[in-house]
């Protein structure tokens, strides 16, 4: 069964971008459930590249390799087990949640003046 994300929710960028954008993406190395792309959420900034899945987390999109791999500090729900998203981009830090309908879990996230 596959989770449901909380209703209505759009994840900003983790790398201070503001609000993603609903998109589907191919990605060749990658087949899920034998179909050839997938919704995902990608940044607005055309040059950062970072999108973001219910099942996957954050990662930046590379047409090379496919995916990149998460970081060790990337916020992920301690019950549910999956990675959080940015509900808020705040002025020195990012507020994160867990993605699935129902659960409070949140964290924030001090900003790295590298990622903004």
Do not use: N
Not at 4 to 24: N, S, Y
Not at 50 to 79: A, F, M, Q, V
Not at 91 to 98: F, G, H, I, N, Q
Request: with cysteine; net charge neutral; glycine share 8%.
């Amino acid at each position: 069964m596959r989770p449901k994300g909380k209703p209505g929710v759009v994840p900003h960028c983790d790398r201070g971008h503001g609000a993603m954008k609903l998109v589907e993406i191919k990605i060749p190395q990658i087949v899920i459930e034998s179909q050839d792309s997938y919704r995902a959420f990608q940044c607005p900034d055309e040059s950062c590249g970072r999108i973001y899945t219910l099942l996957g987390g954050y990662h930046e999109l590379r047409k090379d390799s496919g995916l990149s791999s998460h970081g060790p500090l990337d916020p992920y729900c301690k019950e549910h087990k999956y990675w959080m998203s940015v509900r808020e981009t705040l002025p020195e830090s990012l507020k994160y949640v867990c993605p699935l309908e129902g659960c409070s879990a949140a964290q924030e996230v001090k900003l790295d003046s590298k990622d903004s």
